[in-house]
C-alpha cells in the first residue's frame, strides 16, 4: 500500500511541477493567507511581550501617580511632604518615592554624550527594582544633603569613558554641575515610552537635582511600591481620598492627579491583543477562503485538462477511490506546498518588521504548526469535489476525450 | 465461481444488446449478440463503421455493461457488477491496446508500462522488473527511458502492448491497433500479437484490414449491431508460412 501512496505522492509533485507558475498562482491566496496570520500573531506576541516588558520595568505592584491640569487650568505639582503622607498614611504601601528629571549633557575627558538626569533617592531604586551593577547607591547623608554623586546609566559609562576602565570615583561634568561616580546601573534595555532609553540616563540624589537642575521642590511623579497582600483597587481608593484631601478637591470636582496601576494595564494590554488576534482570525479566514475557491476551480480545470489520462488509469484497473485520492493527494501537496511558503514568508516578514518596529521576534511553533495543518485541511475540503469527479468519469467517455 | 471454468468457454456473450440514449432518442447500437469465446484463441472483430464492433469491445472488456443480455466471463456475471469490480476484473484479467495508443505523455516508457502494476500495489523493484521484462518482450528494452513523443507510433503501439501484458492477462483486447499505423509497422505489431497469442493469451482484436484479420484463428464478422457469421479454425499467415 505505501509504493502506491509513495507512487501517488511522487505523482503529485510531478503534476505541480510541470504548471510551476500557475500552482505558484493558485496557492498564492494559502501564501498570504498563511503568511498574514503568522505575521500578525508573531508581531502580536512580541508588541505584547514587548510592552509587558516594559511595565515590568516598572516594577510589579507599583502605582504611578503624577498630576494634572487641575480645574483652573494649572499643574499643581507634588512636593516631599505628599510623598511622606502617603507613606505614612497608606496601609501598605512599602516604598514610596519621587522623582525629576531634566535633559542635559555629561562631559568627561573631552568626550560629552547627550543623556538625561534624573533625581532620585534609594526608596526609587528599591521600588522600581534597579539594581547598582558596580559601586554603592547612595547613602543617608548624600540625599539628605544633596551631594554631588551620582550613578551612571551604562550607556553613559560607554559614551563617554574608556572601555575597561573603572569610572568609580571619576570626575564628570552633567552640564553645568560637577559629580563624582560612586556607582553603575544594571542594565534595563527600553521602556517608560517611546524613544526612552531607561539605560541613558544619570541618577542623582533627588535634592541635588531639584537644586542644581529643575529649581524647585517640586516632583514630576511619585511611584508606590506596595504589598502584593493588599488588593490594589483598596489601597488606590484611599490613595485617591488621601490626596483629595491634601489638594482640598471640593466634591464632584475631577482629580487633578492621575493615578497608573501596572497590573491594571497589564489587563487591558491581554484584552486589546485579543481583540487584534478576533480580527486577524477573520481577515485571514476570508483570505483562505478565496485561496480555498482557487484550488477547487485549479483543481477542476487539472481534471478536464487530464480527463485522457484518467480514462487510462481506470481502463487498466485503477478504482474510483484510487483516482480520488490522486487528486486529492494533488491538492493537499499543493495547499501544503503553498502553507510552508507561507510559513517561510511569515518568517521573513515577522523578523524584519519585528526589527523595524523594535519589537522582540517571538517564533511561536503552535502557530506554525496550526496553519500549515490548516492549509493542508484546505486541500481535503476544497480538492474533494474535483477529486470525485475525476474519480466519476465514465472510463470509455474519458478516453475518447479531446 | 459456480461452475466449473473447464467446462465452458471463457467468454460467453448470450443475447447482448446496448442502447445509447433515451427516449426517441435512443439508439440500439447491439440487437441481440451471441458469441463464444474459447481460452487461447485469437479473434479478429470485422465490419463496417458503425456496426457495433467497439461497443462489444468495450463490454467485452468489462468498460461498459450491456443493456440487456448475460455476459460471463470465466463463468462470472459481469453485467451485474458494480464499477469498482469491474475494475478489479480488467486489472486482473485483461489487458488494453487502443487505436489512439494511449500512453501517458511525459511519462517514460517504463513508467508507462508499470502503471498497471501501480494499482495491483506490487512494490518498486517488483514493478521495474516486470516493466522491463515486458517492454523488452516487445523489444523495446533500450528505449525504456524515452517518453511517447520521442517513440514512433509503432514503438509506441509497442509500448502499450508491453502495458497491456505486464499484468499476464488471460486476455489481450485491441480496437483497432495498427489503424493508426502504415503496413510494415502494422505487421510487426500483428507479428507480435501472434507470439504472444502462441505464449497463451487470448486476443480480441477489432480490425478493418482483411490482411491483419488474416492472423486471427476466428473472424467475427459484425453488421447493423448483430453477428453477422463467424469464421472459425482458419489457417493463419503465420502457419501459412
Ligand atoms: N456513447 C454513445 N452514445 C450514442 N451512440 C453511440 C455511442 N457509442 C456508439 N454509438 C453508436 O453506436 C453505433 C456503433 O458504434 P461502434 O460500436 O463504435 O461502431 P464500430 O466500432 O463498429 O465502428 C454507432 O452508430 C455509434 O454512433
Ligand atoms: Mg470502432
Not at chain 2, 486482473?92 to 487502443?98: D, E, N, S, T
Request: aromatic share 6%; proline share 3%; hydrophobic share 45%.
Amino acid at each position: 500500500m505505501f509504493g502506491m501512496f509513495g507512487a501517488t505522492l511522487l505523482l503529485a509533485f510531478r503534476e505541480i511541477r510541470r504548471h510551476l507558475l500557475r500552482s505558484f498562482l493558485t496557492t498564492l491566496g494559502i501564501i498570504i493567507g498563511v503568511a498574514a496570520v503568522i505575521t500578525m500573531v508573531t508581531l502580536g506576541n512580541g508588541v505584547t511581550a514587548s510592552i509587558r516588558d516594559q511595565i515590568s520595568s516598572l516594577g510589579s505592584n507599583v502605582f504611578i501617580v503624577f498630576p494634572l491640569r487641575g480645574d483652573r487650568e494649572v499643574i499643581r505639582p507634588f512636593k516631599e511632604d505628599d510623598v511622606e503622607a502617603v507613606a505614612k498614611q497608606i496601609a501598605g504601601a512599602e516604598e514610596v518615592a519621587g522623582s525629576v528629571s531634566a535633559s542635559t549633557t555629561a562631559f568627561h575627558n573631552g568626550a560629552d554624550w547627550t543623556t538625561s538626569v534624573q533625581g532620585v533617592n534609594n526608596a526609587f531604586l528599591r521600588a522600581q527594582s534597579i539594581d547598582v551593577e558596580v559601586g554603592r547607591p547612595f547613602t543617608r547623608e548624600e540625599e539628605s544633603a544633596g551631594k554631588n554623586v551620582c550613578l551612571l546609566g551604562p550607556k553613559v559609562r560607554d559614551a563617554i569613558f574608556v572601555p575597561d576602565t573603572s569610572p568609580l570615583g571619576e570626575e564628570m561634568r552633567l552640564g553645568g554641575v560637577s559629580c563624582t561616580v560612586i556607582g553603575v546601573l544594571a542594565e534595563r534595555g527600553q521602556g517608560g515610552g517611546p524613544n526612552q532609553d531607561q539605560d541613558n540616563t544619570v541618577m542623582m540624589p533627588l535634592k541635588t537635582v531639584q537644586r542644581r537642575f529643575t529649581g524647585s521642590d517640586d516632583l514630576q511623579y511619585f511611584v508606590i511600591k506596595y504589598d502584593s497582600a493588599y488588593a490594589s483597587s483598596a489601597i488606590q481608593d484611599s490613595l485617591i481620598d488621601l490626596l483629595r484631601e491634601r489638594r482640598l478637591l471640593q466634591e464632584g470636582a475631577d482629580n487633578d492627579f492621575n493615578i497608573i496601576d501596572t497590573a491594571q494595564v497589564n489587563q487591558a494590554l491581554g484584552a486589546a491583543t485579543g481583540a487584534l488576534t478576533a480580527m486577524v482570525a477573520v481577515i485571514a479566514g476570508i483570505s483562505l477562503l478565496v485561496g480555498g475557491i482557487g484550488i477547487m476551480n485549479i483543481m477542476l480545470v487539472s481534471v478536464t485538462e487530464r480527463t485522457r489520462e484518467i480514462g487510462i488509469r481506470l481502463a487498466i484497473g485503477a478504482l474510483a477511490r484510487e483516482v480520488r485520492l490522486q487528486f486529492l493527494t494533488e491538492a493537499v501537496v499543493l495547499c501544503s506546498l503553498g502553507g510552508l511558503a507561507g510559513i517561510a514568508l511569515a518568517f521573513v516578514l515577522s523578523w524584519s518588521l519585528a526589527s523595524v518596529i523594535d519589537v522582540p521576534f517571538i517564533f511561536s511553533p503552535a502557530i506554525n504548526l496550526l496553519s500549515f495543518l490548516f492549509s493542508a485541511v484546505m486541500g481535503i475540503v476544497f480538492g474533494y469535489y474535483p477529486a470525485a469527479r475525476a474519480s466519476r468519469l465514465d472510463p470509455i467517455d474519458a478516453l475518447r476525450h479531446e | 465461481m459456480g461452475t466449473s471454468p473447464e467446462t465452458r468457454p471463457l467468454i460467453e456473450l448470450e443475447g447482448i444488446t446496448k442502447t445509447f440514449g433515451e427516449g426517441p432518442a435512443a439508439f440500439q447500437a447491439l440487437k441481440g449478440v451471441d458469441m463464444a469465446i474459447e481460452s487461447g484463441d485469437f479473434v479478429a472483430v470485422m465490419g463496417p463503421s458503425g456496426s457495433g464492433k467497439s461497443t462489444t469491445m468495450n463490454i467485452l472488456g468489462c468498460l461498459d455493461v450491456p443493456t440487456s443480455g448475460v455476459f460471463r466471463f470465466h463463468g462470472i456475471e459481469v453485467q451485474s457488477l458494480d464499477r469498482d469490480q469491474r475494475s478489479l476484473l480488467r486489472r486482473r484479467y485483461l489487458g488494453f491496446v487502443f487505436q489512439g495508443f494511449n500512453l501517458l505523455a511525459r511519462t517514460s516508457a517504463l513508467e508507462n508500462v508499470e502503471l498497471p502494476l501501480l494499482y495491483r500495489g506490487e512494490n518498486k523493484a517488483a514493478r521495474r522488473e516486470a516493466a522491463m521484462r515486458a517492454l523488452d518482450q516487445v523489444g523495446l528494452a533500450p528505449w525504456a527511458s524515452h517518453s511517447p513523443a520521442e517513440l514512433s507510433g509503432g514503438q509506441q503501439q509497442r509500448v502499450a502492448i508491453a502495458r497491456a501484458l505486464v499484468t499476464e492477462p488471460d486476455v489481450l483486447l485491441a480496437d483497432e491497433p495498427t489503424g493508426n499505423l502504415d503496413t510494415e509497422r502494422s505487421l510487426e505489431i500483428m507479428e507480435l500479437l501472434t507470439r504472444l497469442n502462441g505464449e497463451g493469451i487470448t486476443i480480441l482484436m477489432v480490425t478493418h484490414e482483411e490482411e491483419m484479420a488474416q492472423y486471427a484463428r476466428t473472424i467475427v464478422h459484425f453488421r447493423d449491431g448483430l453477428v453477422e457469421r463467424i469464421e472459425r479454425g482458419k489457417t493463419r499467415v503465420a502457419e501459412q508460412a
